[in-house]
């Protein structure tokens, strides 16, 4: 069977993947929200995530680091701060950002100039790549 939905997911440095697919499932601000071939149009921000993407039977996994999402004419672009694909993601170098991102955390009640929010969100990141490279 063809499939009838266009994804793109793009950064600012590269176009991460561009295929034909049955399905895309995203992670919205608002909540997960799910796109099939016919879906009306919609622009939405994302979250940090997992995007799934169905090829045939099976279930694809990226990660999304923010960013928005746009559907229309049976296309759906994913225009994301950061995205990989599973199989790309660099288990060690997550772990090591995991590291940091809890020292800093750990640092921040004794110091000034600690940015809990980037920390956070930096925690946020490693743990979600760390998840879906280990589900792909």
């Known amino acids: 069977m063809m499939a009838a ?18 399905y895309v499932g995203a992670p919205g601000v608002d909540g997960e929200f799910g796109v099939l071939a016919g879906h009306i149009p919609l622009l939405t921000a994302l979250s940090i995530g997992t995007l799934v993407y169905r090829i045939g039977n099976k279930d694809y996994m990226a990660f999304i680091a923010g960013g928005f999402a746009e559907v229309a004419d049976n296309k759906i672009t994913i225009l994301a701060q950061a995205a990989e694909l599973a199989e790309n993601i660099d288990v060690e170098r997550a772990e090591k950002a995991k590291a940091r991102a809890e020292e800093r955390l750990q640092n921040a009640k004794h110091q000034d100039g600690i940015d809990i929010v980037r920390a956070e969100n930096a925690m946020k990141r490693a743990i979600m790549r760390l998840k879906i490279a280990n589900n792909k």
Do not use: A, K
Request: proline share 6%.
């Open 5 to 22: 939905l266009r994804l793109e997911i793009v950064t600012p440095d590269q176009v991460v993947l561009s295929s034909d697919v049955e």
